[in-house]
């Protein structure tokens, strides 16, 4: 599968953007997706992730209650949707898929096979 992310840009604090990642070559439906950022100068993070199925989620605390993740089966589109920027969430953001692991290796970078090219997401303060 190829993965495509998009939506990435410069926004104030406090400001929202929802980033896209456009599949192709396979369905979502059959593969866990998830999405990691690499802010300047450090390693990637994980910031949320998203069982095949579309029904069960893990977010990285910190997170949990200004990004939301989602998928749109029909545009085979995987979203991450983020609220009440801050400046450190400046990072490139990485979309990524793996067909089908457990749960709990959802936040593991090295589990997932398929990335797409990273979209950047500036937050100015």
């Known amino acids: 599968v190829q993965l495509q992310a998009s939506g990435g840009g410069l926004v104030q604090a406090g400001g929202s953007l929802r980033l896209s990642c456009a599949a192709s070559?396979?369905?979502?439906?059959?593969?866990?997706m998830a999405w990691f950022r690499q802010p300047p100068g450090k390693g990637r993070e994980f910031v949320v992730g998203?069982?095949?199925?579309?029904?069960?989620?893990k977010y990285a605390a910190a997170l949990k209650d200004r990004f939301t993740i989602s998928r749109d089966i029909t545009k085979n589109t995987l979203y991450l949707q983020m609220n009440s920027l801050k400046a450190e969430d400046t990072a490139v953001y990485y979309c990524?898929?793996?067909?089908?692991?457990?749960?709990?290796?959802?936040?593991?970078?090295?589990?997932?096979?398929?990335w797409g090219q990273g979209t950047q997401v500036t937050v100015s303060s």
């Open positions: 070559g396979g369905t979502l439906s059959g593969y866990s």
């Open positions: 998203m069982q095949w199925t579309g029904g069960t989620t």
């Open positions: 990524a898929a793996r067909s089908r692991i457990i749960y709990l290796m959802l936040g593991e970078p090295s589990v997932y096979n398929y």
